[in-house]
RNA sequence: GGAGAGAUGGCCGAGUGGUCGAAGGCGCACGCCUGGAAAGUGUGUAGGCGGGGAACCGUCUCGAGGGUUCGAAUCCCUCUCUCUCCGCCA
């Protein structure tokens, strides 16, 4: 969420930042309501200082039992209600407007981001002295590559028909190995990130309330991409991403700045309706509604999130590299990004059965946005609350891990053999199927 | 699910209608004291909003929201959360 201030301050840089998004200008009309809203807050603190001032003569007129001068000034600062009234409702009214305008305006992209306006826009991304060569190879097969679900199909391990018996389309069983693959590759990613990355392991909430939705962005924009359960007399809604439980972990606090940075990380089941991608990925386990993912959250001091950025993206990478996946990581375009996002790094993984590359992570660094709809903050150095910055990654998704190393690693009789670093979490063993 | 208790500043804790943003203590910061430290001692120590170059001034906030009142931490209503006991339960 925008700072009102900032806006009215630099109204020219902030239309500019909201059409590399595609969007109208829009602060002319926020800066106006901001504008009326200061003068009414104004005028009420006057007459509020004059009810007041008058309500404690009140209280030494009556000390003194002067009743005759107590009921006189009471009269007095009794014709002062209604206007108090009017006042306090208009004050509300503005403020809530202008709460709501600003809550559905994107974040502002970061300066460098290419601009453009959707993902075939989005530019490769490479580190000094980093190229297609420093990265894990695409693997030589020799014969005609495999969709995941075929190679899953025929070997037993992956079950949509029961699946949509159960839950309906979007939803699938795995079984026997390839459930026990699924489960090691979530297990090695977290013990990675725990080990050897610096972060703290969380098992968080995976309903969540609609406070917290709103302070990672979910809400109120993206409602339709949600699951919710009835609770109570409102409702509770499942995770999408444990971006919300981890970066939540703050709201509403004033951290010391020697706490940071936060570094939490979860392996969690996330819950999407997809409803905008009906007909999308239909076939396979590539979208789903339900299915596990390792986050990474970080909660830095302002001067410290960009260098976390890249952090945090080298350590998405470090899964793909210890899998020996080969990965391309992009920037995203301004039209492509996220909400919440100053800057977005996707990995998108290699897959030979598809022959191309499909998203395995998103890494993003949100500034001050998310912080903002939390009050999140922490003191500086003079001991003043500053709001904190966040950032959020999949580190990986556990799913389209799977569908990864079942295709870059699969046998031409249709077996999956496992990477040397998940033997460890498979009993051993070299391969599944075939 | 039933019964009860509670929510006050970084923490503990007082405060049942009048100058209370809030006693006292702890903690913390700075100073004095000391050869140095401890002890002692003095001062300071919430956040939001509005105004102002600033010093500062005003206003709002005692879990949240509403109400009564000239005036609410204190009274009323609703909600949220925490704790205790009982029941149920992985």
């Known amino acids: 969420m925008f700072d009102i201030k900032w806006i009215s301050a630099n109204p020219e840089a902030f239309d500019a930042a909201l059409k590399t998004r595609g969007m109208e200008p829009v602060s002319k009309s926020l800066v106006a309501l901001d504008d009326e809203r200061r003068?009414?807050?104004?005028?009420?603190?006057?007459?509020?200082?004059?009810?007041?001032?008058?309500?404690?003569?009140?209280?030494?007129?009556?000390?003194?039992?002067?009743?005759?001068?107590?009921?006189?000034?009471?009269?007095?600062?009794?014709g002062l209600k209604d206007r108090l009234g009017e006042l306090e409702a208009r004050e509300k009214a503005l403020t809530e407007d202008i709460r709501a305008a600003l809550s559905v305006i994107p974040n502002m992209p970061a300066e460098g981001v290419p601009v453009g306006a959707d993902e075939s826009e989005n530019v490769p991304y490479f580190r000094a002295n980093e190229s297609d060569a420093t990265r894990p190879a695409k693997p030589n097969l020799g014969f005609t590559a495999k969709e995941h679900y075929e190679l899953g199909e025929a070997m037993g391990g992956m079950d949509f028909e029961t699946a949509a018996k159960l839950s309906g389309s979007r939803f699938v069983v795995l079984k026997g190995q390839l459930a026990r693959l699924e489960r090691a590759i979530g297990q090695f990613m977290i013990d990675l990130h725990v080990d050897a990355h610096g972060y703290t392991e969380v098992v968080p909430p995976y309903l969540v309330r609609d406070e917290a939705l709103f302070g990672t962005n979910q809400l109120p924009k993206f409602e339709e991409d949600l699951f919710f359960t009835p609770h109570g007399e409102g409702r509770l809604a499942l995770i999408p991403t444990a971006e919300v439980p981890l970066t939540n972990f703050v709201r509403e606090s004033i951290l010391t700045e020697d706490e940071l940075p936060l570094r939490f990380t979860a392996l969690t089941p996330c819950f999407r309706s997809e409803a905008g991608s009906a007909g999308r990925d239909t076939r396979g386990m590539l979208r789903q509604h339900q299915f596990n993912k390792v986050e990474m959250v970080s909660i830095t001091t302002p001067d410290k999130s960009a260098e976390e950025h890249e952090r945090m993206l080298a350590c998405a990478e470090e899964v793909l590299k210890r899998l020996g996946i080969h990965y391309r990581v992009m920037q995203l375009c301004t039209g492509d990004m996220g909400f919440g996002a100053r800057r977005t790094y996707d990995i998108e993984a290699w897959l030979p059965g598809q022959d191309t590359y499909r998203e395995i992570s998103s890494v993003s660094v949100c500034g001050d946005f998310q912080a903002r709809r939390m009050d999140a903050r922490y003191r500086d150095e003079n001991g003043k609350p500053q709001f904190v910055h966040t950032l959020n990654g999949s580190g990986v998704a556990v799913g389209r891990a799977l569908i990864a190393v079942m295709e870059n690693y699969q046998n031409e009789d249709g077996s999956v053999s496992i990477p040397d670093?998940?033997?460890?979490?498979?009993?051993?063993?070299?391969?599944?199927?075939g």
């Open 39 to 78: 003068a009414v807050v104004a005028e009420l603190n006057a007459v509020q200082e004059k009810r007041n001032a008058s309500s404690k003569l009140i209280g030494q007129a009556k000390a003194q039992k002067d009743e005759a001068r107590a009921q006189e000034l009471m009269a007095e600062v009794g």
């Open 421 to 433: 670093v998940l033997r460890p979490y498979m009993g051993g063993i070299e391969k599944i199927g």
